[in-house]
């Protein structure tokens, strides 16, 4: 059982920064893909971003592309999502999610582990 913590969300202007990350616990995530997922409200889960399990391929939302990077740090059990240019469109919870051999897909509901999410608000 993996156990996901999600921290380093806030309130931000358009055009800020904010990093994410996400720590494990129970086991290692070196032979976990990861993801990054968000939900704004009333609207579905999307996925936003991923990293392999070695860290060797990653893969984006055409919406964060060139403003967003995942990184994984297997040493310390951690993954992180930086997020650079916010935009007011950015605002939602967002989730990590660990799962084996899902590489970047992007349905929420074939991943299996998932943390309980940190706010992330950008004002306009």
């Known amino acids: 059982q993996v156990q996901l913590v999600e921290s380093g969300g806030g309130l931000v202007q358009a055009g800020g920064s904010l990093r994410l990350s996400c720590a494990a616990s129970g086991r290692t995530l070196s032979s976990y893909d990861m993801g990054w997922f968000r939900q704004a409200p009333g609207k579905e889960r999307e996925s936003v971003a991923a990293?392999?399990?070695?860290?060797?391929?990653?893969h984006y939302a055409d919406s964060v592309k060139g403003r967003f990077a995942i990184s994984r740090d297997n040493a310390k059990n951690t993954v992180y999502l930086q997020m650079n240019s916010l935009k007011p469109e950015d605002t939602g919870v967002y989730y990590c999610?660990?799962?084996?051999?899902?590489?970047?897909?992007?349905?929420?509901?074939?991943?299996?582990?998932w943390g309980q999410g940190t706010q992330v608000t950008v004002s306009s």
């Open positions: 999610a660990a799962g084996v051999g899902l590489g970047y897909d992007v349905e929420p509901g074939r991943w299996p582990y």
């Open positions: 990293i392999s399990w070695s860290g060797d391929r990653t």
